[in-house]
């Protein structure tokens, strides 16, 4: 397989394409435009309940040219795998079964079906594209949401931490599990390219922010993105067989106040509230091999 | 080829002999010796079929849906809590008109909790858009199973098939089940493949409908559903040609030509209903009895054409739908209502595993043979055996 290595090197052709019903600078939909030209046009898509479910086709139009299902909330992963067995049945070999869900539909209710598949090791790969809260039904809090962000549901900031997704996909022990993030598109293809050639359950969480949800500017989802990665909150990196590899390292370091403070979001956090953040963050920046 | 069979397993023999080629199903008693024999059958080879062992009953609906838009012929067995659990997925499977054939082995539904047989899980799916049909006995679970597939893989029809038998009364009971050969079902169930879901063809399935679509589609499902029942009379007289053995279509009478009390039931309360009509024939009764086989699309016209001479309608119903009554009382009195004024006496009897033997229903009869010479008017309906 040869990996992409440049933008200019990325297929022209779209299989999400323009059209479709998100919003300016959504960053979801921006993450499945890119993984698509990693997956290519030999690709099933399943999509539960979540602002991607209902973006990519309304009424008698779709954004989608491959084949898609917007499935129920709890369940995209056992449709997947359902589908997957399907094709077994009928011998057909290579066509890749996507499920891809928000944040809610695999940490919370999805998780349920998503933790079945991966225990089975269904030739699936399970996408988590992460806006840290429920968008489809206004932003409310979710498992994903971190600790303190102010949504509908939690005025006063969210008396819990975000929960580890990662940790406990990882105790899976998947065929492969990386993060990703809209900010990096050609490391975010690259991941895709190699989950592709790989057999078995494959993860891949993705760091789509939404402008609404983040108390952001339509034109800000990139660039916040891009600085979750610099300030050490979301790292980039895969692991084949449990064995991790970071895969970007960023040429600056920011400190975490100021990707909090760019956020409507993190108004109530206090000064002690951040600095403990970044004494945590410290920490595993060290931790970590690069 | 004549075995003695119980209901689970002559369900496990006709997803084999019907080829089934995906079973997602998750353990529930007393369902789940049919789930295992047929995992049994994948394993000896005499099944070619992919097993999902999925976490969940929800996700066993959502795997054999997901395997029906692939392209594949995908089973399932559940009852109660797991059909319960799955009642969201089966509004999907209708509404994407996918022919999934499920096995439900009906069990009291919690609480208080029960693992004994009834019929309330499958009713409280009544207006999920499943075709639901009711067997007597374990011979009919295997027909009906089979003629299941091709009734919901019409093309006319397209629509998802619950083929329901009590847990326990006929999934634990040994009877003698005569097995068709393979040939003759490969040649009355040809696979043909419809997948949604096909990278040679490309489609996006559930996109969100709006009010100028939804409808529509609404009224398409349900008249493929109507449709159903003239599919069921067509697929059961090809199953009779093929087998010898009929069925009937939606509705079966029995003795009905003079009868004047007919006692109308689903299920395992036919076969039992059968011998009391014959008792009370000896002691010169005109009793009558209407098999319902094919309780959705509710066929009411066959019940009025069943139905000539009664003067009085017993409802024989091993479910309660709160506030209202037995599913059976409620859809007589409306299939016959503006076409005869024959009274329909409604009795919930056998909830939860009660018995319900030959001599209640001679005693549920003659109680309505009383209440009709009296000239009295049937309450809305009455409880049985308490
Ligand atoms: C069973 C069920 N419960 C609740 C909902 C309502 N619902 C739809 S999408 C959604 C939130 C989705 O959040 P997420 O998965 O994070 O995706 P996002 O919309 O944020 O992209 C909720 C609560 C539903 N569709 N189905
Ligand atoms: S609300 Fe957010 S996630 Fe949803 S479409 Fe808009 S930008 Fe995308
Ligand atoms: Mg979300």
Known sequence: ???????????????????????????????????????????????????????????????????????????????????????????????????????????????????????????????????????????????????????????????????????????????????????????????????????????????????????????QTVQLARIAVECGLWQLYEEVDGRRRVTVIPERRLPVREYLRLQGRFQTMDEATIAALQAAVDRRWQEVPS | MRQLLNGNEAAAHAARLARVEVLASYPITPAAPAMEKITQFIAEGSLKARFIRVESDHSAMAAALGASLAGARPFLITNSQGLAYMSEVLYHTSGLRQPVVMAVVNRALAAPHSRFPEQGDAVAQEAAGWIQLFCENNQEVLDSLLQAFRLGEDEGVRLPVMVNYEGYIQSHTRETVDLPQQEEIDGFLPLMRRPALDVANPMAVNTVAGPELYMDFKYHQDAALQQAAAVLEEVSAAYARLTGRDWGGPV??????????????????????????????????????????????????????????????????????????????????????????????????????????????????RQVRENMVAGLTPAAYQWYGL
């Open chain 2, 252 to 365: 079966a009478g029995y003795r009905l030509e003079d009868a004047e009390v007919v006692l109308v039931a689903m299920g395992s309360l036919v076969s039992t209903a059968r011998i009391a009509v014959d008792a009370l024939r000896e002691e010169g009764e005109k009793a009558g009895l209407l098999k319902i086989r094919l309780f959705r699309p509710f066929p009411a016209v066959a019940v009025r054409q069943g139905l000539p001479a009664a003067r009085a309608i017993v409802a024989l119903d091993k479910n309660i739908v709160y506030g209202v009554g037995g599913a059976l009382g409620r859809e007589l009195r409306a299939s016959l209502y503006g076409h005869a004024s024959v009274p329909v006496f409604s009795y919930i009897l056998g909830l939860g595993g009660r018995d319900a033997g030959v001599a209640d229903l001679a005693q549920i009869y």
């Open chain 1, 1 to 219: 397989m040869e990996l992409i290595n440049s933008l200019a090197a990325v297929p022209d052709t779209e299989l999400f394409t323009g059209g479709h019903g998100g919003c300016r600078g959504c960053g979801a939909a921006l993450a499945a435009r890119q993984a698509m030209k990693a997956l290519g046009p030999r690709t099933i898509i399943t999509i539960p309940a979540s602002c991607m479910a209902t973006i990519g086709g309304s009424g008698l139009t779709t954004a989608w040219e491959i084949p898609f299902y917007h499935s129920l909330f709890e369940c995209a992963p056992a449709v997947a795998s359902g589908i997957r067995a399907a094709l077994d049945i009928q011998g057909i070999e290579d066509v890749n079964v996507v499920s891809w869900a928000g944040d809610a539909g695999t940490a919370d209710i999805g998780f349920q079906s998503l933790t079945g598949a991966a225990e089975r090791q269904e030739n699936i790969i399970h996408v988590c594209y992460d806006n840290e809260t429920y968008m489809n039904t206004g932003g409310q809090a979710g498992s994903a949401t971190p600790y303190l962000a102010a949504t509908p549901d939690t005025p006063a900031g969210k008396p819990t931490p975000r929960k580890d997704m990662l940790a406990i996909m990882a105790a899976h022990r998947p065929a492969y599990l990386a993060t990703a993030s809209v900010a990096y598109p050609l490391d975010l293809i690259q991941k895709f390219q190699r989950a592709r050639e790989i057999e078995g359950f494959r993860y891949i969480h993705i760091l789509a922010p939404c402008f609404k949800g983040w108390g952001i500017k339509e034109d």
